[in-house]
């Protein structure tokens, strides 16, 4: 064998000899990967690290300090004589800002079913001269004498809630809630003789389970952050008790600690009620509660998140036709309301009718004022949608009259100068169904709940005993009013929008009537990709009116106009 051919068969015996063993190589290194895949598999992170849904828990416990504060009016009556209504802060001095305990449980017993409570409680009394005659049951205090007062109300809250929709972030459900209050008032004249604190003492009391229907949310904004929201409201008419509760609360509560966190939110308990004994005497308790609760909060037990579902990926439109991006799943406005205001209010009682007053004109309430504007919105699904907007306002005047006017019990004479007053809040709700949705543009109906809570109250201007104004006589109205709406959006261009809503209901129910339009026109536009500015129009025709058990009546009629500026979010 020559020499080139043996050195030739060396090299390819050599190359086979690396191939082998590189092939060995590769499978030993297959087999040794195939023994570690468990211990990997085991030990790798999720592609999910955002650990939402830890809490809610089974178990969570509350417990802070609620800083109210407090519009209370009382009305004790015989069968014979009718009391006075007094608004207990500014006729009767109790300070209108008080602080309580504020306690919270809630056990979730089923992956969408919880029950909660809540508590707190608080006292308040004062002592004042007053300036005109007042009848509390069958005593009558003239003016001039020095009245002791005092006032207490103990609340319980539960609910039982149904969470409809659970996502991995957020649930929103339906359910009843029991508001249990105790309160109480007393008056007195104040004496100074043996050992005695008051004579001519009376008091009244009610302790009434008032049941409510609720809407209930909680949404996780990032991981162990959280908001939470609940809105209850009903008109009570049973055996001897008539009246309306409404009970809102909105909160935050952040769970820096794997079992504990605080919390910091709003609540709002507005109660109107009324108990007929049977021989004709009642009980009148009038309370608006609202302030801050500051509180911590410890959360046991396992959780029941959603699990997590990768999202579909996003298939971007060509360059120029990227319409539909908005809205979102949810998206926030926040921004002011500059609304004109025209008003009149008309306040009769059994045995004689009040005058129809323009509150603007007649009593020199200014015509145009502002508010904070909040919105909200939730898209639940492809086609369905829940939103929330909410504003505010208060007005004062002060006119020399030039007519006799007539104002619930009270004759104001020409030539007398009065202080009025008057404030509107505004919940507007609305469910919505888009029916048609495409590209560019979608269109739907659906049902819409406003609830407007209006006030008036009206006094001679004097400055007798400390007194800003005396022989005052004031009327609240609150009523949720249901509509049905019509929306519309459409994208003009690429981030810029028209939004359209058409909502109008007429109705009697129970001791109430209402004709009630809300239209809204928006555009807003998108500078990036989460964050825009919008501004629109607002406009809320209200006329209302409400019967009370013992033959007054109160009507309003409300036409809130103006333009909306603000800023919005989508995410």
Known sequence: MSVAVRKYLTQVILGAAIVVAGS??????????????????????????????????????????????VSTSAQLSSAHLPGTDINLEQKLGLTPNTQSIDLYAQWRFAKRNVLSLEYFTFNRSSSRTITDSLIVNDTV????????????????????????????????????????????????????AGNLTDSAATQGSIVAPVPMLGIYGDWEMIPRLYLRGIFQTLYL??????????????????????????GLGWHY?????????????????????????????????????????????????????????????????????????????QFSTSSSVGDRIDLESGLGLPSNTSSVNIGA??????????????????????????????????????????????????????????????????LGFGLGLDEV?????????????????????????????PMLGLYGDWEVFHGFYTRVTGQWLGGTVS???????????DVEYYLFKNYGLGAGYHYVGFKGGKTFGNGDQLNFNYTIQGPVLYVTAAF
Do not use: C
């Open 237 to 262: 008419n049973i055996d001897s008790y008539s009246g309306l509760v409404r009970d809102r609360r909105l909160a935050a509560e952040w769970y820096p600690f794997h079992n504990y966190g605080f």
């Open 141 to 192: 205090y003239h003016a001039g004498a020095t009245v002791n007062t005092a006032g207490g109300i103990k609340y319980f809250g539960l609910t039982y809630r149904y969470y409809i929709w659970r996502r991995e972030r957020w649930e929103l459900g339906a359910g009843l809630g029991i508001d249990i209050m105790n309160l109480n008032a007393s008056f007195g004249l104040k004496a100074n």
């Open 24 to 69: 060995n190589a590769s499978l030993a290194q297959q087999t040794d990967s195939a023994h570690a895949a468990p211990k990997d598999t085991v030990s790798a992170k999720p592609v999910h690290t955002k650990q939402y849904g830890t809490i809610p828990a089974r178990f969570e416990f509350g417990v802070g300090g609620y800083l109210p504060h």
């Open 511 to 521: 001791s109430y009537t209402f004709n009630l339009t809300d239209d809204r026109l």
């Open 453 to 481: 809570d209006g006030t008036t109250h009206l006094g001679i201007k004097a400055s007798i005993a400390g007194q800003q104004d005396s022989l005052q006589h004031q009327a609240s109205l609150s009523t949720p009013a």
């Open 377 to 442: 919105q939730l898209r639940i699904a492809n086609k369905s949608l829940l939103t929330f907007t909410y504003f505010s306002f208060s007005r004062a005047g002060s006119r020399t009259l030039s007519d006799t006017l007539h104002f619930g019990g009270g004759t104001y004479d020409p030539g007398l100068t009065v202080n009025a007053g008057g404030s509107l809040d505004y919940y507007g709700f609305t469910y919505r169904y888009y029916v048609w949705r495409e590209k560019r543009w979608q």
């Open 269 to 345: 308990v507005g109660l109107d009620i009324k108990k007929t004994a049977p021989s004709g005497a009642y009980v009148k308790l009038g309370y608006g509660i609202q302030g801050l609760s500051l509180y911590a909060t410890a959360a046991f037990g396992p959780s029941a998140p959603v699990p997590h579902v990768a999202s579909a990926p996003r298939t971007e439109p060509p360059e120029g036709q990227d319409y539909g991006l908005v809205p979102r799943t949810i998206s926030f406005t926040l921004g002011s309301y500059l609304p004109s205001v025209n008003s009149r209010a």
